[in-house]
């Protein structure tokens, strides 16, 4: 079981993944 302190890292790191992705798929898709 990972420690709470594995968890935050863990955590941090997907959602900046997950930000990344976006960002960058509102930035190819064209916005009206």
Do not use: G
Not at 21 to 27: A, M, P
Request: aromatic share 6%.
């Amino acid at each position: 079981m990972p420690t709470s302190q594995t968890w935050s890292y863990m955590q941090s790191h997907i959602d900046a993944t997950v930000l990344d992705r976006v960002l960058h798929e509102s930035n190819t898709m064209p916005m009206s």
